[in-house]
């Protein structure tokens, strides 16, 4: 797809087509503009202040890019308990990338985890998690 | 020779995608399967129902040539041999997508069994079973299922729950990874039995392999569960989406407030309409229900808790993984037998039980046999079965600032006792850690967690002073 339009057009006979539309217009242009969402609150006959309110409501969707790289960083207690907090002094050390916190990707026998798009890592420690890091 | 390794989130996490390859690039075919389970050996590799693991790629070359040590039969490992597995009987055994393994394995008998008895002994078979919802609440599946099948109108949903967002929780993530017909083919029996057409599986947006799993198993066997229709749909990272009203509203492309009940779900529910919100394990027991019958599950379990629970051995935990059992099980027998300690070797300190809502329960409640009554009477709460262990590192204090914090970043907004108390009580609490009127600091946080228990209008708000108010009484030392 290669405009909001014709996200809009693929998703609008849907119930409830608000969320897969925000999905896919993140997916193409990383964040939902202010222009993006106008486009959107007149096609699904809505209000942009509801189309802006949605979009601040979910922790995903952006309304600015991110210009930076983004690793996801599980926080949870499960992450917790497997030492993930000596990792964050490593994030905060560096700002190349943007390391946002998680709250549980599901692999909390063999944390800490991250994930990079859809991509998962397991048992990272300190060496691992700065590899990544220097990878990305 | 047949190879088989997993290809569900923790073995890719862990490495299984380049263990795979060694293996293809020796020229050794590699059958990618549902996960056995037991995390800490992934990657695990079977060999014709031998175990390997964790095996990483420089060591596939000494597998092939017999040189590397085994573990032995699979099947027959302590962990694997002591659980019974209902839910998860082709947990490590079958491919996810492969129609041919599921028929093979009782794959569809329950549909057919419900199809052929009707709608109402279908529901009736659920009832006899004691099938309880697995989400956390407990209510008897059953009687939803009656409530809504009563009900009044002409479209009806059913909408699968899988929005896990527990710490130490994946047994959704697995069923979905691992078994996916089973949860469409339990979605399907659902809609026979109370004439609903249209389903969603609402899975949370961090859970990448489970939605392109479930989104290839629907296309799969569409024409199976024809004239019943399952549709995707992905959250945004909203834990309260875990809530259902919340979910319905996220749904039908809102914000993900928490509504007011009543009305219920099962009268009103998606777009006002009769609708199952029911958690995926609990849609994932029903196939087996049906095809062995509702007396043959509540032989399981425990009291009033029936049948039995996935439950996840998570944290700093030696052997930790999915162990599906019948209710009764004690605390003690899943943390030290079972999971074997921490895995940093250092005593257990506490354990929490039922996600980042449940109390922090110390050794000394390690005879708490599983069951939802016994944990209520105890102050705690099964939840979705999930167990993360602490060793004796761990700061309590920091942990029930956590909970508030948790709670205050997670808040859906709509009542003021969650969205005000959660930020009030991580204040409160950092003038505790500070050493500042810690007695009288101690009692408003006391009284703040009662506000938020009793006048918030979810779970969220209210069981949040659960693992606050448990640190405290249980672990006083590190808050004074």
Redesign the interface.
Known sequence: MASIADILAEHKGREGPLLPILHDVQKLFGYISEDAMREIASVLNLTRAEVYGVVSFYHDFRKEAEARPVLKLCRAEACKARGVETLVPIADSQSRIKVEAIYCLGLCAVGPSAMVGDTVYARLDSAKFKTLLEAM | MTVRISDD??A???GADAVAAAFMAAGVAVERVSSWGM??L?PLVDIDGVGFGPVSADQVADIINGKASSLGRIADHPFIATQTRLTFARAGKTRPLSLDDYYATEGWLGLAKAREMGAQATIDTVIASGLRGRGGAGFPAGIKWQTVARANGNQKYIVCNAD???????A??MVMEGDPFMLIEGMAIAGFAVGANKGYVYIR?????AIAKMEAAIKLSAHLVAPFVVEV???????VCGEETSLLN????????VRAKPPLPALEGL?GKPTIVNNVLTLAAVPWILTHGGDAYAAYGAGRSKGTMPI??????KH??LYEVAFGITLGELVNDIGGGT?SGRPVRCV?VG??LGAYLPPAQFHLPLDYEAFAAADALVGHA?I????DT?DMAQ?AR?AME?CA??S?GKCTPCRLGSTRGVETIDQIIAGKNVEANLALLADLSETMKFGSLCALGGFTPYPVMSAIKHFPEDFR
């Open positions: 989130a923790v890719i996490a862990c995390q800490w992934e896990e967002g527990d710490s130490a929780t994946f959704d993530r947006s961090e859970y990448p392999h749909r992905v959250g945004a990272g909203a834990y996220s749904l039908e492309g809102k914000r993900g407030e777009f996840q051995i998570a944290g700093n935990v930790g993984g895995a929490q996600g980042p999930g993360t262990v602490f060793d761990v942990m956590f948790f970043i997670e859906c």
